[in-house]
């Protein structure tokens, strides 16, 4: 999924009045949890080091970290985070719940098809 298509899907699940940088922030914040959370944790490339950072001039057509079929945790994250800010608490916690079992999902797979990162343990006797 791309920047632009994770927005455009968000925005026709959930028609709303927030501005393009605001849901960019979203996005960012996602990427990075995923970066931190999931994607450091795991064997990776030199090139997947650097986390990314999304402005309001990014190239729609960039690809996101996360592949299909586990890419539908970016709208339910940007849903529940526009739910979050419109105070619109029923609809978050729906939201928020379809995104969690998707981040679930995401991470059980990377858990699946990633080797962990080893950390060198020094043994002092």
């Avoid at 920047?3 to 026709?12: I, T």
């Avoid at 960012?28 to 795991?42: S, W």
């Avoid at 986390?51 to 890419?71: I, K």
Wanted: with cysteine.
């Amino acid at each position: 999924m791309t920047v632009q298509e994770a927005l455009d899907l968000a925005d026709g699940m959930k028609p709303n009045m927030l501005p393009r940088p605001v849901k960019i922030k979203f996005l960012n914040e996602l990427e990075g949890k995923i970066h931190e959370e999931v994607l450091m944790k795991h064997e990776h490339t030199a090139e997947e080091e650097v986390r990314p950072d999304y402005e309001n001039d990014t190239n729609g057509g960039t690809v996101l970290l996360v592949p299909a079929p586990y890419d539908m945790v970016y709208p339910y994250y940007i849903m529940s985070c526009i739910d979050h800010v419109n105070q619109e608490m029923d609809k978050y916690n729906n939201d928020r719940a379809m995104f969690e079992n998707r981040y679930t999902e995401m991470c059980d797979w990377w858990n699946r098809t990633r080797m962990p990162v080893t950390m060198n343990r020094e043994i002092r006797i």
